[in-house]
């Protein structure tokens, strides 16, 4: 039978660790939950230089594997942004009638993905002589909707897609926020070998 311990030493012993617990107590934990705003903005540069943006600085970056270059996250809010490389035989589209089958293409791919899929608007567009194809939607996604614009950006022998996502509820404050300066700032040239 192990020896017993004479019972005040074990309860200051136990309250000393319970007030050390506590010292932090007023320090919050960050919230998974809650979108930060912008605490300043700074450039970042993608695919060798060709791909450049303006980027929160305290949102969390994650560079990833081909074909996915770098998501940037707050809370629930993610941008997301890919390059699909195309061969030679395969054509971008080049032209307002390319775009707009491009645009009817893919909203037929992600209806067929994800039947709750619901298109709130949908354009072709260009932007800093970039052409290519928006849609703003509904989608479920690991099984939460969101509220979801991709920007499909055709050119240098790639599809460029920037997918920005948030809860329904929040999408338009992080958009005006975030989402919107951050795509605005997109600068695109030739990918360097």
């Not at 903005?41 to 303006?54: D, H, K, P, Q």
């Not at 890919?82 to 909203?107: E, K, M, N």
Request: glycine content about 6%.
């Amino acid at each position: 039978m192990p020896p017993r311990l004479p019972l005040a030493p074990v309860l200051i012993v136990l309250a000393l660790g319970v007030l050390a617990g506590c010292a932090d107590s007023r320090t919050a934990a960050p919230s998974l939950a809650r979108i930060q705003a912008p605490q300043g903005l700074e450039a970042a540069s993608y695919l060798g230089g060709s791909l450049r943006l303006t980027v929160p600085v305290n949102w969390a970056a994650q560079p990833g594997a081909a074909p996915l270059v770098v998501t940037y996250s707050s809370g629930p809010a993610i941008i997301a942004i890919w390059r699909y490389p195309r061969s030679r035989s395969q054509s971008l589209p080049d032209d307002v009638a390319a775009l707009q089958r491009a645009r009817s293409a893919l909203i037929a791919a992600a209806t067929a993905r994800d039947p709750t899929f619901h298109v709130i608007a949908s354009a072709v567009v260009a932007h800093a002589g970039i052409y290519g194809v928006e849609l703003d939607a509904l989608e479920t996604i690991r099984g939460q909707v969101r509220r979801v614009r991709s920007t499909h950006a055709y050119g240098d022998g790639a599809e460029l897609v920037i997918d920005e996502y948030a809860p329904e509820s929040l999408f338009h404050e992080v958009d005006r926020a975030v989402f919107s300066p951050l795509l605005h700032s997109v600068r695109v040239g030739r990918v360097s070998k």
